[in-house]
T-cell receptor
Framework: QQPVQSPQAVILREGEDAVINCSSS?????VHWYRQKHGEAPVFLMI?????EQKGHEKISASFNEKKQQSSLYLTASQLSYSGTYFC????????????FGTGTRLTIIP | KAGVTQTPRYLIKTRGQQVTLSCSPI?????VSWYQQTPGQGLQFLFE???????NKGNFPGRFSGRQFSNSRSEMNVSTLELGDSALYLC???????????????FGEGSRLTVL
């Protein structure tokens, strides 16, 4: 089942913060975050495993709330280079479960 | 090292035709996944191959098929094309393992298929 991302789109001025949410109705083993710039391939940002750990990547960090089956991606002091579409992908349980992506959140940073 | 290579990058077909897309993974990667990307639908999982075996399959009709060769290169085929098959088809490779969950995926730039 496809995870739900919110918001669908957001426009920010350079230097502002953004939060992108990803939620699932099923118990999750992991949450993956990718960014895709226009006309380019998606690029890996980070993986979060169940256990509620928070990870960071430059000024981009994420958390995973195992109880709520939700993950949030935090972009602080956004830069023009952060523009793109952000996808969360979720995996359930163990075994050969497929990675299922949400429909994406389009982030536009303006000067 | 070289990234994931997909060919062709662009192609135009007509309804009823078939198409074969190719993906060369990063050297050493044994897992190849295919995704269909359309506006508003995000990345829809097609299938995953690991060591020449299909390990997972998404909810697509049987017209969509794939295979993986001993050198880990993969192909996907779509037969009897429909207008709705127009999309960007992305291939992703990863180290993969029978015991490890999905790790970092390395995506190719995709093959953009237009069906007229």
């Amino acid at each position: 089942q496809q995870p739900v991302q919110s918001p669908q789109a957001v426009i920010l001025r350079e230097g502002e913060d953004a939060v992108i949410n990803c939620s699932s109705s099923k118990a999750l083993y992991s949450v993956h975050w990718y960014r895709q710039k226009h006309g380019e391939a998606p690029v890996f940002l980070m993986i979060l495993l169940k256990g509620g750990e928070q990870k960071g990547h430059e000024k981009i960090s994420a958390s995973f709330n195992e109880k709520k089956q939700q993950s949030s991606l935090y972009l602080t002091a956004s830069q023009l280079s952060y523009s793109g579409t952000y996808f969360c992908g979720t995996e359930r349980g163990f075994g050969n479960e497929k990675l299922t992506f949400g429909t994406g959140t389009r982030l536009t940073i303006i000067p | 090292k070289a990234g994931v290579t997909q060919t062709p990058r662009y192609l135009i077909k007509t309804r009823g035709q078939q198409v074969t897309l190719s993906c060369s993974p990063i050297s050493g990667h044994r897992s190849v996944s295919w995704y269909q990307q359309t506006p508003g639908q995000g990345l829809q999982f097609l299938f995953e191959y690991f060591s020449e075996t299909q390990r997972n399959k998404g909810n697509f009709p049987g017209r969509f098929s794939g295979r993986q060769f001993s050198n880990s290169r993969s192909e996907m085929n779509v037969s009897t094309l429909e207008l709705g098959d127009s999309a960007l088809y992305l291939c992703a490779s990863s180290l993969g393992s029978l015991a490890v969950k999905t790790g970092e995926l390395f995506f190719g730039e995709g093959s953009r298929l237009t069906v007229l």
